[in-house]
T-cell receptor
Framework: QQQVKQSPQSLIVQKGGISIINCAYE??????FPWYQQFPGKGPALLIA?????SEKKEGRFTISFNKSAKQFSLHIMDSQPGDSATYFC???????????FGTGTQLKVEL | GAVVSQHPSRVICKSGTSVKIECRSL??????MFWYRQFPKQSLMLMAT?????????EQGVEKDKFLINHASLTLSTLTVTSAHPEDSSFYIC?????????????FGSGTRLTVV
């Protein structure tokens, strides 16, 4: 019940295209859903996060779509750039500073 | 923004020796810190949760006597890998919970690449 399932495992997108990564969860007590970007040899960095009281959140080129009834959320990267090539992790937690449960990660490559 | 400084970034040690990894919160007080381990092309695996002034809570399967965690102050948490073996070679990452003021977000250190030879 603590798992967060993430797909796809890897993704290749052309420059300027849209990258879409999906996650699904089972624990209905989760109330904070962040997305992290990780470059090789570095720690994860927060991209964007959402709470279940909204269905969408946009920050620049990054958008989270959240479907509470389906227990799914996704990351959309608009106008994908080669600099976006990295590994992306979704995560979830019950909030209040509790531990994060991470998805398995998606390796994104943006080609010219 | 809230920053966690993690050192060293890379360390090579001989089998049987101990290695200490430090994480310092630079501009906030980290009541709760998390320690993760990450193998190549895999996700972050939580090893333990530490609260300042308390004993760490270890995840199932993590040897508490091998991975010693100390969180004696609100700005410093350490992970000591004792009697290291080659199978302990991995990428170790710390993270801090930012509390209510930051909407209960999290910040991560830059990671430590441990190689045991």
């Amino acid at each position: 019940q603590q798992q967060v399932k993430q797909s796809p495992q890897s993704l290749i997108v052309q420059k300027g295209g849209i990258s879409i990564i999906n996650c699904a969860y089972e624990n209905t007590a989760f109330d904070y859903f962040p997305w992290y970007q990780q470059f090789p040899g570095k720690g994860p960095a927060l991209l964007i996060a959402i709470r279940p009281d909204v269905s969408e959140k946009k920050e620049g080129r990054f958008t989270i779509s959240f479907n509470k009834s389906a227990k799914q959320f996704s990351l959309h990267i608009m106008d994908s750039q080669p600099g976006d090539s990295a590994t992306y992790f979704c995560a979830a937690t019950t909030g209040g500073g509790n531990k994060l449960t991470f998805g398995t990660g998606t390796q994104l490559k943006v080609e010219l | 923004g809230a920053v966690v400084s993690q050192h060293p970034s890379r360390v090579i040690c001989k089998s049987g020796t101990s290695v200490k990894i430090e994480c310092r919160s630079l501009d906030f007080q980290a009541t709760t810190m998390f320690w993760y381990r990450q193998f190549p092309k895999q996700s972050l695996m939580l090893m333990a949760t530490s609260n300042e002034g308390s004993k760490a809570t270890y995840e199932q399967g993590v040897e508490k006597d091998k991975f010693l965690i100390n969180h004696a102050s609100l700005t410093l948490s350490t992970l000591t890998v004792t009697s290291a073996h080659p199978e302990d070679s991995s990428f170790y990452i710390c993270s801090a919970s930012l509390g209510r003021e930051a909407n209960y977000g999290y910040t991560f250190g830059s990671g430590t690449r441990l190689t045991v030879v």
